[in-house]
């Protein structure tokens, strides 16, 4: 079973516009870690922003925001005021225990991204 | 401040050859890790090092994979007898535990095409 669905492949938005990206998690730990990472056509990831299953408060991270609903388990990037720089992959990842752990969180899951065209 | 480094960037090799990548980490940083994308698809976890011992290898990660991280420091992934399947983007990120977040920050990928 997926534990990151993302599920739009694409999605186009004007510049200056605000937009969202969907993500959905599958976990049954009570701590783990949800970031969005950017990937433009260079091929680096590039850190956005970090919702710990603990925090209360939604994060931000200047124009990036995350919509973290817990119940619901989904964690949907806002990009407010789009510019034509945010084109690119933009991936939702979980980091959960791995096999070795001893109770430390390390391995990351990424979804299967969504492709972001800003349209001036 | 530098970030986590990669070479070489690109590397196009024939099926049965071997190749050997490189990744530096962020200075500080105590975990390294390697990840394996292709094309169309999210980056898929290979292996984790703390400081120098490596903790886990998936099961993507066959025979003919081994990765190094001599003295905690930069880390080598290696690819025996290469096969066309291996072609992919390899990327490395590191992270500092015992911070809050222990954000992993990627390097900017080795793309290995095999012949």
């Known amino acids: 079973a997926q534990k990151i669905t993302q599920t739009q492949p694409g999605m186009f938005v004007q510049e200056k516009e605000a937009v969202t990206l969907d993500c959905t998690y599958d976990?049954?730990?009570?701590?783990?870690?949800l970031f969005w990472y950017k990937q433009p056509s260079s091929g680096e990831m590039i850190f956005l922003i970090y919702?710990?299953?603990?925090?209360?408060q939604n994060a931000t991270e200047g124009r990036y925001s995350l919509n973290f609903q817990k119940a619901r388990k989904s964690a949907n990037l806002v990009i407010s005021a789009s510019q034509l720089g945010d084109s690119a992959m933009y991936f939702c990842?979980?980091?959960?225990?791995?096999?070795?752990?001893?109770?430390?969180?390390?391995?990351?899951?990424f979804g299967k991204g969504t492709l972001l065209t800003v349209n001036p | 401040d530098t970030g986590v480094s990669q070479n070489p960037r690109h590397k196009i090799t024939k099926r049965g050859q071997n190749v050997t990548f490189r990744c530096d980490p962020i200075s500080e940083h105590n975990r390294l890790y390697w990840y394996r994308q292709t094309l169309g698809q999210g980056p898929e976890f290979l292996t984790y090092f703390q400081n120098e011992a490596q903790l886990e290898k998936s099961r993507l990660l066959s025979d003919r994979f081994s990765a190094e991280r001599p003295k905690g420091s930069f880390s080598t992934l290696e690819i025996q007898r290469t096969e066309q399947g291996d072609s992919a983007m390899y990327l490395c990120?590191?992270?500092?535990?015992?911070?809050?977040?222990?954000?992993?920050?990627f390097g900017p990928g080795t793309r290995l095409t095999v012949l």
């Open positions: 919702q710990g299953s603990y925090d209360e």
């Open positions: 990842a979980m980091r959960e225990p791995g096999v070795n752990s001893g109770g430390s969180n390390y391995k990351l899951t």
């Open positions: 976990t049954s730990d009570q701590s783990y870690g």
């Open positions: 990120a590191s992270s500092l535990r015992d911070t809050h977040r222990d954000t992993q920050y």
